[in-house]
């Protein structure tokens, strides 16, 4: 892996992706390692994304490793119309590892190509954000002991929402079998769909969750904007039945964990979060661990 | 030969690109950067044609194109023959095969796709040859017929 760039979950084989989380684990029970003290690690956020920035800068900053970058591209030479080509050009002769977030769809690829160090996607518009995958797949891997032939739904908006897009390419590796709840206009794209059916793996797709809450291992919940309906009555009539809510709960497995890749809105009720079901503000701590791994992977330190 | 071939004059060696629907015509010259070839080109266009309402056809002296080259105008003009010609005579036929990869041709039809908004070659595969759907390099985003502009 050592120079690899990471743009897509696909970029790394499944072998990969596992030695990453294997590493991951070592770095949760030891998050604190001077070992990147030689290190500069770019972040380049072309577009705010506060969360992802600081867990990414918190995991260089526990190894000592140093950070450069911006968390904003207003205040850069980009917006003196500098073409990306050339910030991430200049960048490298700063750096030895760029992570970037970027609002364009496939910016993080030609960032990779015109790079001489290797990047880190961290969201290129509505594409990839294959670290958040990682995470995902480590917290599903921390909580049930294994990846393979889980159940696993997926619930809110599966169109838009390239968090689950990412996984369940991911999952397709791991023979797990799908549930996808979803209002109709928001079903997950036939473009992912074809990955499932490639490996002949399992979906089922419901428009409410009330039926597959007793059957699912992990419950993978994702905001529904109001913004992607084009009818505002149709967002009106469904939106209450994507909430969680904590009494919808009590005869589920007890194995159960419920994931959501935060920021929530509405669709996880507060009284959840004290089930001991809910996970969603432990699987954030795993990005720390996880983008540990991956950077030292990539690093060759590791 | 037949006579009707004939409305565009016959070359003496070189390539005949036949049954290109009529409004692909100028297309396929600049996919094929014939713009800036040298030697005689001859083109005519709005012909009858039996697999299309009209066609189009270009003969080009003394060029023989690679198969590579050739099949780029796979995506406008999927029914073309190509004719090879030596001493006026028809030496081969053969028609166009929709490439794996297709690069600079075609446009991405995703508006914020960053090919859209840097200076960067397209890049896309194929992922189907029937349907005609292409799959972006950068976005992952596909561009299927219907959405297909040219760059
Ligand atoms: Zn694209």
Known sequence: MKNKSLVSINDYSKEEQLAILELAANFEKNPTQKILEDYVIATLFFEPSTRTRLSFESAVSRLGGKIIGFSDASSTSVKKGESLKDTIKTVCNYSDLIVMRHPREGSARFASEVASVPIINAGDGANQHPTQTLLDMYTIKQTQGRLDNLNIAFVGDLKYGRTVHSLVMALCNFNCTFHLVSPFELKLPSSVKIHIKEKNLEYYQYTTMDEILPKVDILYMTRIQKERFSDPIEYEKIKNSYILSNDMLNNTKDNLKILHPLPRVNEIDEDVDDNSKAYYFQQALNGVYVRQALITKILGIK | ?151
């Open chain 2, 1 to 151: 030969m037949e006579t009707k071939e004939f409305k565009v004059s016959a070359i003496e060696n070189g390539t005949v690109i036949d049954h290109i629907p009529a409004k692909n015509v100028f297309q396929v010259i600049k996919i094929l950067n014939l713009e800036n070839y040298d030697n005689q080109i001859l083109f005519g266009t709005n012909l009858e044609s039996k697999k299309y309402v009209t066609k189009g056809i270009i003969k080009v002296s003394n060029k023989f194109f690679k198969t590579d080259e050739i099949n780029k105008i796979a995506l406008v003009a999927p029914r073309a023959t190509l004719i090879i010609i030596k001493d006026y005579k028809v030496v081969e036929k053969s028609s166009v095969q929709i490439p794996d990869e297709v690069i600079k041709i075609v446009k991405c039809f995703n508006p914020n796709c960053i090919t859209n908004h840097e200076k960067v070659e397209t890049k896309f595969t194929v992922t189907s040859k029937e349907e005609l759907k292409l799959r972006c390099h950068y976005c992952e985003k596909i561009t299927d017929k219907k959405n297909m502009t040219f760059v």
